[in-house]
């Protein structure tokens, strides 16, 4: 079965530092790897997507991700964190179902905290 | 394209009541899905439409839970008797087409049982 593991529950930075946020997922076929963020009482917000090609992806506000197929690995990154990207943010796979995807399995989400 | 609208944005309600939620996706796409968010969790499916056909329905959907898109537009999800159990964030996500667009998000409804 799908599934998404997102090892850290609670980071956090300082403002201006560098950021890396984990993400594995389990799944059998190419996946499609998303990463979404979520402001306290608010819905999701995409931050970029991996369907196939290049490796590397930029997404808004400053973020990429890799995708590593032999670690099974989605990492985002940021190379300067600012005070507002405090939030929650959460990796999903796209889930295939007879061979139509149509639904998200999502991490239980990394709570990212910045520092003055 | 004014987003994904859900309605109410919050709710508490008495634990035995009936309560309803709608979603309107952004217009034209076809495809809508409901999740649900519990405090420190990811979003977990509830369910996905593509236009009025409901096609599939998490094991987490309960009999008490119902979901309807009559007209390929709106949807609203329903939940019968509810429990405490029930108290989260639901979640509507509409997209047009898949893979090669993501699932656009509303806001929610956050429902407390009291």
């Known amino acids: 079965a799908q599934s998404v593991t997102q090892p850290d529950i609670h980071i956090t930075v300082s403002e201006g530092a560098s950021l890396e946020l984990r993400c594995n997922y389990s799944?059998?076929?190419?996946?499609?790897l998303f990463w979404y963020v979520q402001s306290p009482g608010q819905g999701l917000q995409l931050l970029l997507k991996?369907?196939?090609?290049?490796?590397l992806v930029q997404g808004i506000k400053g973020f990429e991700a890799e995708f590593k197929r032999s670690q099974s690995s989605f990492n985002l990154r940021k190379p300067s964190v600012h005070w507002s990207d405090a939030a929650e943010y959460f990796c999903a796979v796209g889930a295939d179902e007879g061979g139509a995807t149509n639904k998200l399995i999502f991490g239980t989400g990394t709570l990212l905290a910045v520092q003055p | 394209d004014t987003g994904v609208s859900q309605d109410p944005r919050h709710k508490i309600t008495k634990r035995g009541q009936n309560v309803t939620f709608r979603c309107d996706p952004i217009?034209?796409?076809?495809?809508l899905y409901w999740y649900r968010q519990t405090l420190g969790q990811g979003p977990e499916f509830l369910t996905y439409f593509q236009n009025e056909a409901q096609l599939e329905k998490s094991r987490l959907l309960s009999d008490r839970f119902s979901a309807e898109r009559p007209k390929g537009s709106f949807s609203t999800l329903e939940i019968q008797r509810t429990e405490q159990g029930d108290s989260a964030m639901y979640l509507c996500?509409?997209?047009?087409?898949?893979?090669?667009?993501?699932?656009?998000f509303g806001q929610g409804t956050r429902l407390t049982v009291v």
């Open positions: 799944y059998g076929a190419t996946p499609y």
């Open positions: 991996y369907f196939s090609g290049d490796t």
């Open positions: 217009s034209e796409h076809n495809r």
């Open positions: 996500a509409s997209s047009p087409r898949w893979p090669n667009t993501e699932a656009f």
